[in-house]
């Protein structure tokens, strides 16, 4: 009986731990704060120098649990990664997660060296450790934000966020072995060996990616079964990847782009599940690390890993960043944004348990190093992310759709999806131009019946619409039902003067003396709001272009056929400060 009651009080713990998870988040999200920063933090209350009392120190335990973590963050970013929406921005965003990972780790293996006495090839293990950003942290907090980022830079740090933790985890792996000495190394060994990680995480990636698709639209299974079966292939990917000496990490994050750009069946069951697997997968590896560190040693070295963080936050990623991204014309905003928002997270803490793991002398000022550089980066660079993206004009004005959508996978084909809305007063909806041509409109629920779309006569205000849509479309398709009762295209916030959508940006700045970038003087309005909206403009999106605003008046066929100028006054001049 008292085994049972240690076990009952056990499965109590653990039940209010993930309850303390899900208040954390809701508070993170409320206040601002890094979702990972509350997560450490309970961690370390938990721990041995906290309330919780905790001694738990088994790196082992904590590397496999982080592992499969990670392998489930890294296949959720992919399944996040639209070849549309990152096409232009994959070169530039490769460069940046090798080229730029090893920059950022040899410029930070030398304040090391000065800071902490180590010699060469520990400085480098040390700027290896922290020389990824973290993705579930970066999109985390846009999203929490309410962040939306022009299309060039979000892109670039989707993919970049993906691809460079591969990277990082191989390097830190390789040189943790040649330190330790378990086997023979040369420098044209770790190439090859490199070479070797990535050439069979790409080629096993994309092969898993195909057999992960085929298997979801080639078995009907029962309902709920598909998303356990991605997550289970993802992991089994994982793993034979790992064993014939590719890179696990890049294996499924390539595999998780594979199957977000093929059709699937139960596509929004697997999304759904993904997203609660990976928030599962962030709390608990976060509370293990948090309980891994001991809050009395990070005290000894506190003042030099806040060094090597200041010179990693303010030298060693602007180098990079700024290396690889200017031969590919990216702005100076852009490249000033991409350098601020490289945040570290869990991955660094993760990979400085690899020493632990291998024993290496000096492991545990690896790990706590680590933990002080994650803990100041999400502090310093987590609260202040929104004001970077406004200052480095980077942000773009708009609020996410308040519309509620209604999502159903149709058995039997995997090209369509049954979606549902309410008709909010004042949507585009309610004008049958703005309806796309490939979706149609099956049923209305109207006054508690059900009318088909011919009885219907169409959709009308509190109706609730029922769509036959391609699976690719929902994001589109919530704009059109956001309620926007204030709007007039008539009215004034929409500009004075109204052009056509195929204006050049160069003429109108000749004609009303604005200041256009050169980049941009062979934009047409369109272009500009294509660029910068993710190829999704709507009705009421502004952007500012010197002394003037253009504003989206009317669209067709997702692009501007209409906008509005409307030059400001001194005074909004000052308090817009907007720049195409």
Known sequence: MDALHHIDVRLLGYALLVLAGVASSLLARRFGAPLLL?????????GVDGIGGIRFSDTRLTFLIGSVALCVILFDGGLRTRADAVRGSVTPSIVLATVGVLITAALTAVASHYLLDLNLLQSLLLGTVVASTDAAAVFFLIRAGGLHLEKRTGSTLELESGANDPMAIFLTTAITVWIAGTEAQTYLGLLWSIVLAIGAGVVLGYLGGRVIVWALNRYDLPAGLHPWLAIASALTLFALTNLVG??????????????????????????????AATWFAQLVMFLLLGLLATPHDLLKILWPALGISAFLMLVARPVAV?????????????????AW????????????SIPLLAKLPNAWMYFN??????????????????????????????????????????????????????????????NPVHWPLNVRLLMVVRDGKIQSAEESGGVQVQDYAYLLAPSASAQRLDWMFVGNESTDAQGSRFGELVLPGDVELGTLAEFYDLHVPARFRKFTAANLFAERFDDMPQIGDHLGIGPATLTVRATKDDRVSEVGLRLLSLGERLISGANA
């Open 38 to 46: 509350v997560f450490l933090v309970i961690g370390m209350l938990l």
């Open 322 to 338: 700024f290396a690889c991204l200017m031969p590919f014309k990216y702005r100076l905003g852009e490249i000033g944004f991409i």
């Open 246 to 275: 590719g890179s696990g990490y890049l294996a499924v994050y390539i595999a998780g782009v594979l199957v977000a750009n093929r059709p699937v069946r139960a596509r929004s069951d697997v999304m759904s599940v993904q997203d």
């Open 341 to 352: 928002v490289g945040l570290r997270g869990a991955v660094g803490i993760f990979l400085a």
């Open 369 to 430: 190093v680590a933990f002080v550089v994650v803990l100041t980066s999400l502090v310093v660079q987590g609260w202040t992310l929104p004001r970077a993206a406004h200052f480095f004009g980077i942000a773009v004005p708009r609020k996410d759709p308040d519309t509620r959508r209604v999502q159903l996978d149709l058995p039997g084909q995997l090209e369509y999806e049954l979606l549902g809305y309410r008709v909010a007063p004042g949507c585009r909806a309610l």
